[in-house]
């Protein structure tokens, strides 16, 4: 749908473009466009690869198992199902710590693992309530270090690309927090 869309857009410029002739400066910004898009494309996925290369670092040493060790009792309270398994257990872990390493991208694939885990958990087709929690928590995403947001940063040339600090640990812990509770309130409101 979002490739309809985009077409859409490009083919209404092309036709203001040319009604007001001004198809020329449409197509320069349409070149400029496309080189800044890869300026920046190749700008974050340095950072993009240094912060994953740090998440397999973390899981070939154990750190990974570690966390999840270590933050066992607040999966259990937010996942008591499957906070006890170990295999869902570190595929959550392996997601909260990407989120929190601000690699959404990287993220994804616990977080899939996670989700078919729960399902087979919960031997039914339809979503449960953990499983619903885990997808708003990676929505929402707690980020101590936003290294894709930096990268951005810097790559539009930002001198201090992490001056951002302190807004996204206040706005991605309060909107966590909203998450959690929402889910939380809902689930009992759908079982009471």
């Given amino acids: 749908m979002l490739s309809?869309?985009?077409?859409?857009?490009?083919?209404?410029?092309?036709?203001?473009?040319?009604?007001?002739?001004?198809?020329?400066?449409?197509?320069?910004?349409?070149?400029?466009?496309?080189?800044?898009?890869?300026?920046?494309?190749?700008?974050?996925?340095?950072?993009?690869?240094?912060?994953?290369?740090?998440?397999?670092?973390?899981?070939?040493?154990?750190?990974?198992?570690?966390?999840s060790m270590s933050i066992r009792p607040i999966l259990i309270l937010l996942f008591p199902k499957s906070g006890q398994d170990g295999q869902a257990a570190g595929c959550i872990t392996a997601n909260l710590c990407a989120n929190l390493l601000g690699l959404g991208n990287a993220a994804t694939p616990p977080g899939i693992a996670a989700v078919r885990r729960m399902k087979q958990l919960s031997g039914s087709e339809i979503a449960s309530d953990e499983m619903c929690l885990l997808i708003v928590m990676n929505t929402a995403s707690m980020q101590l270090i936003p290294a894709t947001v930096a990268a951005l940063r810097a790559g539009a040339g930002s001198a201090r690309p992490f001056d951002i600090l302190p807004a996204v640990w206040l706005s991605s812990a309060v909107s966590v927090a909203v998450g959690i509770g929402a889910s939380k309130l809902f689930a009992g409101l759908q079982h009471g």
């Fill in 4 to 67: 309809v869309i985009y077409l859409f857009l490009v083919f209404l410029s092309c036709i203001f473009g040319l009604l007001s002739e001004n198809s020329a400066a449409v197509g320069a910004a349409a070149l400029s466009g496309a080189q800044d898009g890869v300026r920046l494309t190749v700008a974050i996925s340095g950072a993009i690869c240094i912060w994953s290369a740090l998440q397999k670092i973390m899981e070939a040493s154990g750190l990974t198992n570690f966390v």
